[in-house]
């Protein structure tokens, strides 16, 4: 099977996977108990202004004929306008307003884990049965074992406490700012301002670099232990394996050996668990965002749900099914790049 037909099995595959999930989050919605008539009015509205909505935005309408306009819609890219949340707004124009911060945050955090954890774990596994091994061992299991919600609710708690704890406040810490807002983000969108008005520039990209590594950290720190782990583990499989026993009675350099053959190799089962960081940036960041108060997709998401914005959520849950799917397919092909034995008739 060549590489194209692989590549147009998986999408082909992919299909009932997009299918199955978007008619999941259409029965939730609107099976569920929520009402988005009774939330666009309020507490305040009456029986016949709801049934007017509800007649409005077709809800009166067969649910089965709902149910194929919603999936027509998503399907040709029609994503509607917001219902509740930002009543008349275009979906994808509210979600590229808060697209932003949440993409600064996952960037933040898929680089703390990945910077952090495979590191450690490559360098106790390199290391085993040492004070270092056990220290990072001990840290990777601490951090795995610690709630995103607890952490969160701490951290927030300690920063804010700071001057009385050690002497400095965190909020006039590099820049003035408030640890809890959502991080200032206006020098991504001139770069040019870095050299032309470099001081400004690299202000605003301290302020919101300083703003975001709290949640960053917050977000990434299951994935920062779960990666470490593994990473020992892959690390001292690699080390104990024939080819590498075969390699060093051939006198191979001790650089070329841990470069070329066992961190190589290590990589492999390393691979569905950084692919992964988007299922915990999409889920995390719901939480991590509503705790530090950051205006991004995964508290829109939130509002969207609470509130019974159909249009809303099925254009944010059909997006993150995509962007799934796409890096798991993405994840095969680094397979079969990184694991020559990994081919394509499988």
């Known amino acids: 099977m060549s590489r194209a037909t692989y590549l147009l099995k998986r999408l082909v595959l992919s299909i009932p996977v997009i299918i199955f999930g978007t008619t999941v989050t259409f029965a939730i919605i609107r099976l569920g108990p929520l009402s988005p008539a009774a939330a666009i009015l309020g507490p305040q509205g009456d029986a016949r202004a709801i049934r007017q909505i509800e007649q409005r935005l077709g809800l009166n309408e067969p649910l089965w004929e709902q149910y194929f306009d919603f999936m027509g819609d998503l399907f040709l890219f029609d994503l509607g306008q917001s219902w509740v949340v930002n009543s008349g707004t275009p979906a994808i124009d509210l979600i590229i307003s808060y697209a932003p911060r949440t993409i600064w945050l996952g960037f933040w955090a898929v680089l703390i884990a990945l910077g952090i954890g ?7 596994g390199l290391n085993p049965n040492t004070f270092s091994d056990y220290f990072a061992s001990f840290g990777g299991i601490v951090w795995r074992a610690m709630p995103n919600f607890w952490l969160a609710v701490i951290l927030v708690t300690v920063l804010s406490q700071t001057e009385q704890l050690f002497g400095f406040s965190w909020t006039s810490f ?13 020098v991504l969108k001139n770069p040019t301002r870095l050299i032309t008005d ?3 520039a690299w202000t605003n990209l301290a302020k919101a670099t300083k703003q ?4 960053a ?4 720190s299951a994935s920062m232990g779960t990666e470490m782990r593994i990473g020992r583990t892959a690390v001292l499989e690699t080390i104990n394996s024939k080819y590498v026993e075969t390699a060093k009675a051939k006198g191979v350099s001790p650089r070329v050996l841990v ?5 190589r190799n290590a990589l492999i089962p390393l691979v569905p668990v950084i692919t992964a960081e988007a299922f915990i940036l999409i889920g995390g960041s719901v939480l991590v965002e509503t705790v530090f108060s950051i205006n991004g997709i995964g508290l829109l998401f939130f509002r969207a749900a609470e509130q019974g914005d159909l249009p809303l959520v099925g254009t944010l849950m059909y997006l993150f099914i995509l962007l799934i799917v796409g890096l798991n397919i993405v994840q095969d ?5 990184i694991d ?3 081919g394509y008739d499988g």
């Open 118 to 124: 495979i590191p450690l774990g490559f360098y106790a």
């Open 174 to 186: 590099i820049v003035e700012t408030n640890v809890v807002t959502s991080p200032n983000l206006a």
């Open 198 to 200: 470099p001081g400004q």
């Open 212 to 215: 975001i590594l709290p949640p």
């Open 217 to 220: 950290l917050v977000l990434g």
């Open 259 to 263: 470069w070329k053959h066992i961190f």
């Open 333 to 337: 092909f680094a397979y079969t790049i």
């Open 340 to 342: 020559p034995r990994v």
